[in-house]
């Protein structure tokens, strides 16, 4: 299999494991990812009256926060649950859906565009950063996060609990090829943009802990968010529950008084401006 058909079967996996996932996404997941929203927003230069682009908008946090900011806000997303959702949630947003690298606008039409943990849903990343120069005008600005290679405690805790369980990752989860793949860190996703054309570049890894409840965050991977949440849900539920005693043995060290987890994390943003 070629690079080419390595990345659109990569993208049509993503399309199947997001399906249906709007609702227990918004629940779990969005709770952590909107934590480098404001951030992602300023990198770009979304103020009012910017005509702002967010790709992937999920469950519409960042599309909130730019409409909040007086910005002209269009989102899209590849999954139709999602659209519905953000439609309901930010209605002062122009909500379609749409598939990278492909989207349906024309050239230059928005003055910065957004990817809050996209670029590492796509089978060709540095195809999907080009479409987002395409369709900023000359001037504007294009800011993006990723999770980091490699992974801080919280996501690295999901693949200790499956390996401590002895789970097998399905042979059916493809990966992005290793030729159109990029170093998942500061150095390397401010390349990627570099090679985009970009110009202007800001690149930081930032950290936080991210608080939630012992059974909301097992929700998410239980219900088949993301890629390790998809390997749980593949399981028997005799596996299922193994893997939960191993949950359940590791967060206890991240347990507080409140009776909430502390997971520590981060995330890399980087930004640069269109020539």
């Known amino acids: 299999m070629n690079a080419a058909d390595q990345a659109t079967t990569f993208d049509a996996h993503e399309r199947r494991l997001w399906t249906g996932r709007a609702l ?13 929203a404001p951030m992602l927003l300023d990198a770009a230069g979304v103020h009012a009256g910017v005509t702002a682009l967010d790709v ?23 999954e139709r649950g999602m659209v519905e959702l953000t439609r309901r949630r930010v209605p002062a947003a122009d909500v379609r859906h749409g598939l990278l690298p492909d989207l349906p606008f024309p050239d230059g039409v928005f003055d910065a565009a957004v990817a809050n943990f996209v670029i590492n849903h796509v089978g060709d990343p540095a195809a999907a950063l080009g479409e987002l120069r395409r369709l900023v005008r000359p001037g504007g600005r294009i800011a993006v996060t990723v999770w980091p290679h490699p992974p801080p405690p919280l996501q690295r805790l999901w ?31 401010t390349r990627l943009l570099s090679d985009a054309a970009l110009t202007e570049l800001t690149g930081e890894t930032i950290t936080w802990e991210h608080r939630a409840a012992p059974d909301e965050w097992w929700s998410g991977a239980v219900n088949g968010i993301g890629t ?33 987890l502390g997971l520590p994390t ?8 269109v020539g």
């Open 24 to 36: 227990a996404y918004e629940r779990t997941f969005a709770k952590l990812c909107a934590y480098p």
């Open 56 to 78: 992937g908008t999920g469950s519409g946090t960042v599309a909130a926060l730019a409409c909040a900011r007086g910005a002209v806000v269009t989102a899209v997303d590849a």
């Open 159 to 189: 693949w200790q609990a499956i390996e401590a369980a002895g789970a097998r990752r399905p042979d059916s989860v493809p990966r992005v090829a290793a030729e159109l793949d990029f170093e998942r860190s500061t150095d390397g996703l």
């Open 228 to 260: 390790s949440g998809l390997i749980i849900a593949s399981q028997t539920p005799e596996m299922i529950a193994q893997i939960k005693g191993h949950y359940d043995r590791l967060t206890a060290a991240y347990l507080g008084s409140d009776g909430l």
């Open 266 to 273: 981060a995330a890399v943003l980087a930004a640069g401006r």
